[in-house]
Structure formats: C-alpha cells, structure tokens
C-alpha cells in the first residue's frame, strides 16, 4: 500500500519515487495483454485500485492526469469497458473521447498506422476495442507499432485485459491475496444474444495459472480455446504452481469449485480456418443448439463449494446463461463488485500508463 501512495504522490509531484524499486516506469507502455506484463506490474496495478477505490470511497480527488486525453474507439458495443473508461479519465482529472468507426474516418478505410500516428501527436493514450476473429488483435498491434502514447487493450479477439485485472482485484477481495489452490472453474455457457469472443475466458486462463489458481475450463468439445492460449496458460500454471485441467461435461466442471464463472463464447477456434462468412456462422449455430442445456442454475450451483461465487463479466444472456435466481443471489453472486471493480482497475492501467512512474 505505501508503495501505491508513494505512485500516487509521484504522479502528482512529478518525482520518480520508484527510484531503487527496481521497476521501469510503466509510462507510455501499452497494455494490450496481461500477459506481458510481469507479475510485479499486476500487483502495483492492483494495488493502486484498491487504493483509488478506497480514495472514491472517501471522496478524494484523484486528478492525476489533468488535461489529458485518452481516444476510445469501440467497433463494437459496450456498457462497462466504454463507462470505466470514461468516468475512470474524467476522475483523474482528463477527458475522452468515445469514437466509433463511423465517427472517424476508418469506415473509409483510414489506416491503423494513420490513425495511431496522428492521434499520438494530438492526445496522450489510444483505447481500443476490436474483437473481430483474426482481426482485432492485429489491428491493436498494429497501431501500437506506430503510435508513440501507450495503447490500451479495450478486448480483442484473443484477450480482455481490463476484465481479467477487476476479475482478479474482486477474487482477491473476497479470497485474500494468496490464491494458490483455489478451485475455479471457467465454463462455457450457452447463449442466444450473440457468438462472444474468446477474450475474456482466454484472459482468465492465462492470469489465473500465473496465481496459483487451480483452473478448470468446462466446455462442449465444438467450443475449445485457442491452442497456442491453452499452451501458455499450461506453461504459467507450471511456473506458478496451478493447475489447468479441462472438462467436456459442466457438471463435473462445478464439482466443488469455489468459483464457478460461466459464460458463453462462440465456436471460433473450433472451425478451422474461420473465415466470417454464412457458412462458418451456420455450423457455429447448429453447433450452439446442441448446447442448450449448458446453464447455470441452481442444481448446478449446488454440486459446487458451499460457499462459491458466481462470476460474469456481463452482460449475462439471463435464462440462457444463467438463472435469475442464481445471478440475483446476493449470497453467492459478486457480478456488481465484479462491474464496479472495472472502474478502479481501468484508472489504475490508465494512471500508470499515461503518467505513472
Ligand atoms: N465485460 C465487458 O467488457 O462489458 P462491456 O461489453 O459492456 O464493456
């Protein structure tokens, strides 16, 4: 927690106080994964969160970054990324703009490296949320090549890292900071609103392992991960002393889990070479429909650990995913904390990236 003020007292006073704690400044990185951040970086990440969401508590200002900017553009919707994000800056002191492609000039084709270069001469941090299969990551990538202002992973095809780092602050509020051993269990669920990318189970996987957490990833054989995720969240589970095992059957996924977070995400790396077109949309679907019953009710939540929480990083298709009566038991469910923690963890990547020390 000292080191966390102390962070906060150098944004403010412009002093680089952590000087001899052996830890670059993360000013001007982007955070496009959690998984290239160290383990180090996660933890002060956190650490400042609870900090400034003990100083919103107490109604401080925290207007660390006065007067800058951060561009949001989202290709896709969003309630909680966009609003974090927005009431986040506006906290620290900045402001942001909410753009969508329409609003710029990307729907004519304006490039990623246009797009980045121009925008870093004018404001001081590029969010982005592109969560097209086999797109979004690339176009993030791509403009963090030529941008020269950190940008900032708002969830791409293959990871969330703003979800997973509030995953991650409200699991430790509720089970401590050592997490070793604790049974989670991220199962695939079905749902009717839409095909939700792979980002925020693929994110969890790799963040988790690196924790100690003993995973489970329970899902239909036509809904896997992407391979080359499940590798690396293999090697962190090894390296951290975890464990990621994976089930086909959602029952046996619950079975005395401490942490259940089930959730849909579509069948994109199970058809190989996905292409975006009807064909691949329709075998997605009749995959889906095979699914039905991959819901999280109360019987199911009842094979789980007495005491288990139920997760999602909504929006839950509700009597598809997931029951009322399970999402609304205050006992068992921390999606509002889940929610809430979006905004503390999103100003601490912001402050520490834009003007952190
Ligand atoms: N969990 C999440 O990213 O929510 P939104 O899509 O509403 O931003």
New binding site residues.
């Given amino acids: 927690m000292r080191e966390a003020i102390a962070l906060q007292q150098a944004t403010c006073t412009g002093i680089d106080l952590r000087k001899g704690k052996n830890m670059p400044s993360l000013k001007g990185r982007h955070f496009i994964t959690e998984q290239e951040w160290t383990k180090d970086e996660i933890d002060l990440a956190l650490e400042l969160s609870t900090e400034l969401k003990e100083r919103k508590k107490r109604g401080e200002i925290t207007d660390w970054l006065k007067n800058q900017t951060v561009f949001m553009i989202f290709f896709e ?6 609003n974090s994000m927005g009431c986040g800056i506006t906290q620290l002191g900045g402001n942001s703009h909410d753009l969508t492609p329409d609003k710029m000039q990307l729907t004519h084709g304006e490039t990623a490296k246009d797009t980045a270069i121009v925008l870093s001469r004018m404001g001081h941090a590029i969010a982005c949320r592109n969560c097209f299969y086999n797109v979004g990551n690339k176009y993030l990538r791509d403009l963090a090549e030529y941008s020269t202002i950190p940008v900032l992973s708002l ?1 791409d095809d293959i990871y ?1 890292p ?2 997973v780092m509030a995953d991650l602050m409200t699991i430790q509020e509720k089970f401590g900071k050592n997490l070793k051993g604790l049974k989670v269990t991220i199962s695939w669920a079905y749902a009717e609103s839409h095909a939700k990318p792979l980002s ?1 189970p693929q994110s969890q996987i790799l963040l988790f392992t690196r924790y100690g957490m003993d995973v489970t990833v329970a899902a239909p054989p036509e809904f896997p991960l992407m391979p080359d995720i499940v590798e690396q969240a293999k090697d962190n589970a090894e390296e951290n002393g975890g464990s990621l095992r994976f089930s086909d059957n959602m029952d046996d996924g619950f079975k005395g889990a401490q942490v259940v977070i089930p959730k849909n995400w579509g069948g994109f790396a199970g058809l190989s070479e996905w292409v975006d077109d009807d064909n691949h949309k329709l075998r997605m679907k009749a995959n889906l429909l095979k699914h039905k019953d991959w819901i999280c009710d109360a019987r199911r939540m009842g094979l789980a650990a007495k005491d288990v929480k139920y997760m999602h ?3 839950a298709d509700r009597g598809k995913e997931v029951t009322d009566e399970v999402i609304d038991d205050d006992k068992h469910s921390i999606i509002y904390d889940e929610a809430e923690n ?1 905004l503390h963890t999103a100003k601490a990547i912001m402050a520490l990236t834009m003007g952190g020390r």
Avoid: D, E, I, K
């Fill in positions: 919707q969003s309630t909680r990324t966009r969830q969330h703003m979800q925020v990083a909504l929006p979006r």
